[in-house]
Nanobody
Framework: VQLVESGGGSVQAGESLRLSCTAS????????LGWFRQGLGKDREFVAV????????DYVDSVKGRFTISSDYSNNRVYLQMNHLNSEDTAVYYC???????????????????WGQGTQVTVSS
């Protein structure tokens, strides 16, 4: 499956952005779809996941209540709505996918076999 992100940009603190990821090659409903991010000089970290054809979602604590992950399986897309952005959200955001039947820890980037190229999000305070 090929993943392509879009929607990044530069915003002021407190503003919103919506990231999109379009999957091609296989139906996105067969995958867990996640968002990860990597700030400058930092490790790549888990942000959010939508699992098992939309049955469940989860978020890293730092974005709970501000970010929402959703999917449109008819169009093979996953979205990340990001509200109340702050400077610590500045990073390259990556879309990732793994087969939905995987039981291993979904917060680990090493369990995802498919990645997009990333989209930059910059938040100025």
């Amino acid at each position: 499956v090929q993943l392509v992100e879009s929607g990044g940009g530069s915003v002021q603190a407190g503003e919103s952005l919506r990231l999109s990821c379009t999957a091609s090659g296989r139906a996105s409903g067969n995958f867990d779809l996640g968002w990860f991010r990597q700030g400058l000089g930092k490790d790549r970290e888990f942000v959010a996941v939508i699992r098992r054809k939309g049955e469940s979602t989860d978020y890293v604590d730092s974005v709970k209540g501000r970010f929402t992950i959703s999917s449109d399986y008819s169009n093979n897309r996953v979205y990340l709505q990001m509200n109340h952005l702050n400077s610590e959200d500045t990073a390259v955001y990556y879309c990732a996918a793994r087969p939905y039947w995987y039981e291993s820890e979904y917060t680990s980037q090493h369990t995802y076999g498919y990645w997009g190229q990333g989209t930059q999000v910059t938040v100025s305070s």
